[in-house]
């Protein structure tokens, strides 16, 4: 059930300056191994608390600026043949941003995203003799279907990812994870993604590769309660537009997120509460903007 937790979370956007919205969430698995089918519908609530600049120093929102977005994500997932995950997402989000003299509001459908998982390995069981993580590898495909890409604008405001790229975006990864205890398990995993150019402003525009890992764990008491804690850091590089790569575009950010899921596995019903952050501590982020989030996710399985 830690998927579907973490799966209620993308991470915030950057607010200001730069046509850089690029941002894009780690692959997670919806359907249960010895599930065929799986849909989820979930709501996210973000809340801008202030923004990392290009040295990574800190800067708390002024008294009379806001950044917040609102989203509703809609994923589903098939299992054919039982190794392989397809899942496909799609969003409608509202965002909005204004300071003293700039006001955006926009609101849309997202990029569509397609992703497939393949577990190599299942997880040994205690009685053999090696220790073997279940691991799995994926890939993903984004189609520039946003508000971004269909507007054309030359407003260089973030808009949030939940609105688009503008850009077809292709990359895979690899994840891992390891009972620890009948109760306890960790998970470690990353993901790698190239951007391809694009026109979704004024001038050719080139988003700067994106990588990101996370780590976390889960907490199950019994079959149908679990709780789940994770570490996630993402780095994008800097940003081409027109000839010239523009310096101090790329960011880095990190997160937290932790969350509680139940699951009914008798209709197949499961439900999450997650609570991110991106702590306004001056260690690793630059480029990008703290905000805290809540999300709450509704699904369904068949088996």
Known sequence: MSALLLATLLSPRA???CPCSDDA???VSLARPDERFAVSVAATSRHALGRFDARGEYHALGAGEAESSEELLLRAALRLPARLEWLGELGYASYRFHAEQLVEKQAGFGDFVLRARYTLVTESMPHEATHWPALAVSGLLRAPLGTLARARSTSFGSGGPQLGLGAWEAGGGIDASRSLASWLAVSLGAEAAYRFEDHA??????????????LGARVSPNEWLSGSCALRARVTGDVRYGAETLPDTGE????VV????????????????TLSLDPPVQLFSAGATAAGALGVALGYGLH
Do not use: N
Not at 202 to 209: F, W
Not at 252 to 255: E, H, P, V, W
Not at 258 to 264: E, T
């Open 25 to 27: 969430g780690s692959s």
């Open 258 to 273: 932790v969350g509680g899921a139940v699951y009914d596995e008798a209709t197949g019903f499961r439900a999450a509460l």
């Open 15 to 17: 607010v200001v300056a």
């Open 252 to 255: 880095r950010l990190l997160g």
């Open 201 to 214: 402003l004024s001038k050719a525009r080139r988003l700067g590769p994106r990588f990101e890992a996370a």
